[in-house]
């Protein structure tokens, strides 16, 4: 509840049930800052429950928390996507903060299905790999 979470309108969204929660992520609007909302609630989650380490770094262009590699921790996402949605309940088509939150939006979404994580060892060359 100490997220700044926004409904579809824009309106703060403060969940007291697990049914709350449950209804509200699954919604679909055209305004950026709830997706940004329901992903950032979603990783949240993950990190109080330990599923995710919040000092994993995920790659997050658009991020302006990122390094020079585009890469930012988990931890420090949230944060930022925690204090967009203070400053901008709305985000519309038009809106210039949109695209900004828009990128917020798909770096909790790939970490959200495990997509950005750095990896602690690098991947294998092709020739290395069986068919």
Not at 48 to 73: E, K, Q, R, T, W
């Amino acid at each position: 509840r100490a997220l700044n979470l926004r409904n579809e309108d824009g309106s703060d969204f403060d969940p007291t049930t697990y049914a709350d929660l449950g209804a509200w992520i699954l919604g679909d609007a055209v305004n950026m800052a709830y997706k940004l909302s329901s992903h950032l609630a979603a990783m949240k989650l993950n990190v109080l429950a330990g599923f995710v380490d919040g000092d994993a770094l995920v790659y997050a262009p658009g991020a302006l928390g990122a390094n020079v590699a585009g890469f930012i921790s988990i931890n420090d996402l949230i944060d930022e996507a925690n204090a967009e949605l203070g400053t901008h309940g709305t985000a519309f088509d038009g809106d210039s903060w949109r695209d900004y939150q828009e990128d917020l939006k798909n770096a909790l979404d790939e970490a959200n299905n495990n997509l950005n994580f750095v990896q602690p060892e690098p991947c294998l060359p092709l020739e290395y790999l069986v068919l």
